[in-house]
């Protein structure tokens, strides 16, 4: 089983997301929504290679997956033992942009 480590910019996003949330709806929801996506994320420890690769969807050479959560992309990268998370991204955003800057 892998362990899960997060950059230091994948926890900016989760405040991010968790602040504009509980905002918007009440700090139930983001509290909510948050732990939907920590859960997801958990799955990556026993199943790292569930989210394709961005070089097979978006032909970027990237060693990048990804995978879709509570309208979130959750951006990592498989480390030898580890699965490193690296953005947390709202599902709206232009993530190629915020990625690789196309």
């Known amino acids: 089983m892998k362990r899960i480590l997060f950059s230091p910019q994948a926890l900016i996003d989760i405040e991010e997301i968790r602040e504009y949330i509980s905002i918007q709806f009440g700090e139930k929801s983001a509290a909510k929504n948050i732990a939907l996506v920590m ?59 915020i990625l690789f800057g196309i």
Not at 62 to 76: R, T
């Open 39 to 97: 859960h997801d994320i958990k799955l990556l420890e026993q199943f790292p290679l569930q989210g394709p690769g961005i070089w097979e969807r978006y032909g970027i050479e990237s060693d990048y997956h990804y995978i879709y959560s509570n309208k979130n992309y959750v951006f990592y990268r498989i480390e030898d033992d580890t699965v490193k998370i690296i953005r947390i991204l709202d599902a709206r955003r232009d993530f190629l942009n």
